[in-house]
């Protein structure tokens, strides 16, 4: 009889102890994922940060300005407009080259 309540003791502490052990890893699983999660936040964070400044900056006179000479060619009033053609060079000694030289050059650079 003893035995027997020793038994259903210890069944009844292991299966206890096998809930509780459950229980505290699907926690530390919650935990850990957690964690990710935040670590995500701060990145995003962070991130958007940063964009939200590049993009006070592109809003800015200077940076339009930039942006419209650079990419556009815009100049101001009494300025002029200089374009310098530096493929022209390498142009002219590609024409000199024969058609299979064209080819050795694709294939090999």
């Known amino acids: 009889m003893r035995l027997i309540i020793q038994l259903l003791i210890i069944l009844l502490l292991s ?7 459950k229980d505290v890893y699907t926690q530390f699983k919650k935990f850990r994922e957690i964690s990710n999660i935040e670590n995500k936040v701060q990145k995003s964070a962070e991130e958007n940060k940063e964009l939200e400044e590049k993009l006070e900056e ?5 940076s339009l300005e930039k942006e ?6 815009y100049q101001k009033r009494g300025e ?3 374009v310098v053609d530096l493929g022209g060079a390498d142009k002219e000694t590609t024409k000199k080259k024969e058609n299979w ?6 294939f090999l650079h």
């Open 58 to 62: 592109s809003k800015s006179e200077f």
């Open 68 to 73: 419209a000479r650079s990419k556009l060619g």
């Open 15 to 21: 299966t206890v102890t096998l809930a509780l052990s």
């Open 80 to 82: 002029v407009l200089y």
């Open 101 to 106: 030289q064209k080819w050795l050059d694709l």
